[in-house]
């Protein structure tokens, strides 16, 4: 009919607390899984590196090319691979860097951790700070377990098997 309205699409939501209200969506915002550049650095540097394991050194303006990492970064980055002993430096203009393991004994969780914030130490998602202060969220024990089957998954995987891009099972 002329003047009337099209009724509004009215948008279905799965049923339960996150569908019928979104109160997990407002209070978490959008869930983001991701490394901090450091640990982005970190882990494109040892794939350089392992794809070039038994070729010799790479300088760091090498992997920097290679990976797109800032080459002003990156030795910070190969300092903090290289204490956790994944990575061997050589210095002088001859110098550069490999990997200290065979890559595949060196899991991905291996090299975010060299760099990273302890992952074992959580704060709490809808708090922001240690959880268990007060007692434990209501999602707390959610969370962990995401969170160690997440871990897990990382330790399972190898350098190795992320340069052939076959990740663990």
Do not use: N
């Not at 450091?38 to 010799?56: F, S």
């Not at 899991?107 to 922001?128: F, M, T, W």
């Amino acid at each position: 009919m002329p003047g009337c309205r099209p009724r509004r699409a009215t948008r279905l939501r799965p049923p339960g607390p996150l569908g019928r209200s979104g109160a997990f969506r407002r209070i978490l915002g959008p869930m983001r899984l991701e490394l901090t550049k450091r640990g982005d650095y970190a882990v494109r540097a040892m794939l350089a590196l392992t794809r070039a394991a038994g070729t010799g050194l790479l300088s760091a303006r090498r992997i920097s090319v290679a990976m797109g990492i800032p080459v002003r970064f990156l030795p910070q980055v190969l300092a903090d691979l290289q204490h956790a002993g994944l990575v061997e430096a050589a210095a002088g203009r001859a110098g550069g860097y490999r990997l200290a393991r065979d890559p595949a004994t060196v899991s991905l969780l291996e090299v975010i951790e060299a760099v990273e914030a302890d992952s074992r130490h959580p704060s709490c998602v809808l708090r922001g700070g240690p959880c268990g202060e007060d007692g434990h969220c209501d999602v707390h024990g959610v969370f962990s377990e995401g969170r160690e089957a997440l871990l897990s998954r990382f330790a399972r995987t190898s350098l190795a098997d992320l340069a052939r891009h076959e990740p663990a099972a």
